[in-house]
């Protein structure tokens, strides 16, 4: 292979020195990776050795909120713009970073509740409950819930303007909705909006985009619900019945957040098939 570099043929030469070119820009500088691993700071001390491992996982996970917040959201704006193949191409690639969080699990399960132990008491009132990337993928995706925001303590101001501006913009079933109405169909109740789905659903040749982007938005509420019924498992696992540090009755309340659907008219609609 030539690269047209000059250096082709000496790739395994002993004075050859890679990314030399210009002198500016390196790995770590682009990657910002002095500041990215020094975040990963221990309350436990003495420090608890699974601690560094509890907190990775969660910032692996902000990163992919984050990076499912930019997929979701450019996706509603495709589905409010008509670009029916840009939403569901998106949408898929939310699908994919969805599973690989569900997987992240297995991970943090080779956390034993005894090592757990070592460090948990310190984490109380913090918990994932906390989590405002993941309540604004909630609120995006279409579950909108204002006493979430009222029920968060500690947040900076910035953070409470992000939720805010979540609870005010469209969600992707409000977009969907719009999907709907550009074709022709009316979604002023929601037995026109029953009607619609149901004539998407029996005319796939005439509507397949707009079916597929309903399979796509239905796989990632599918997803979400993988990863709660996954998490409370692993609650159970690690803490059993005992309350949890955010204050709430532990899995007992994640339990009951396990019925949640975004797009309850595309699950009924299964039953109508
Ligand atoms: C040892 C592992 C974990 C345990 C024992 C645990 C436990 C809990 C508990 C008990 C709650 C209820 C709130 C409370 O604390 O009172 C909760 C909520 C939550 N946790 Fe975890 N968690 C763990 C790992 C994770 C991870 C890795 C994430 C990923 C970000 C996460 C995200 C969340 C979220 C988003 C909520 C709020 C859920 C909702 O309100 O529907 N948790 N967790
Ligand atoms: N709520 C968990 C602690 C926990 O998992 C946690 C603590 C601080 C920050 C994030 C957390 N992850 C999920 O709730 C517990 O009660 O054990």
Redesign the pocket.
């Known amino acids: 292979m030539s690269t047209g570099d000059g250096v082709a043929g000496q790739w395994g030469g002993t004075d050859v020195h890679f990314g030399e070119e210009g002198g500016r820009l390196t790995y770590g500088s682009y990657l910002r990776l002095p500041q990215l691993l020094d975040q990963q700071r221990l309350e436990s001390d003495p420090p608890a050795h699974d601690e560094l491992l509890?907190i990775t996982?969660?910032q692996v996970?902000?990163l992919w909120f984050k990076q499912v917040l930019h997929e979701l959201t450019a996706s509603r704006d495709a589905m409010l713009a008509g670009e029916l193949w840009l939403a569901e191409h998106l949408l898929r690639r939310v699908h994919t970073i969805e599973r690989v969080q569900t997987q992240?699990?297995d991970i943090?399960e080779t956390?034993t509740p005894q090592d757990?132990g070592e460090f948990r008491h310190r984490l109380s009132p913090a918990?994932?409950?906390q989590?405002v990337q993941?309540r604004e993928i909630e609120f995006l995706s279409g579950a909108k819930d204002p006493s979430?925001v009222r029920r968060f303590r500690g947040l900076t101001e910035a953070e409470t303007a992000r939720l805010h501006r979540r609870l005010d913009e469209p969600t992707l079933w409000d977009a969907y909705l719009e999907v709907l109405r550009k074709a022709g169909f009316d979604t002023d109740t929601e037995d026109a909006i029953r009607h619609a789905l149901r004539k998407v659903a029996g005319d796939r040749s005439q509507y397949a985009a707009i079916w597929e982007l309903a399979e796509a938005l239905l796989q990632h509420d599918e997803l979400a619900a993988a990863w709660?019924a996954r998490?409370v498992v692993?609650?159970e696992r690690?803490?059993g019945t005992k309350?949890?540090?955010?204050?709430?009755?532990?899995?007992n309340?994640?339990r009951s957040?396990l019925d949640l659907r975004y797009y309850p008219l595309l699950w009924n609609l299964r039953t109508a098939l």
């Open positions: 509890f996982i969660h996970y902000e992240q699990v943090l956390m757990f918990s994932g409950f989590s993941f979430f709660r998490h692993m609650v690690m803490i309350p949890g540090t955010g204050g709430s009755s532990g899995a309340y994640l957040r």
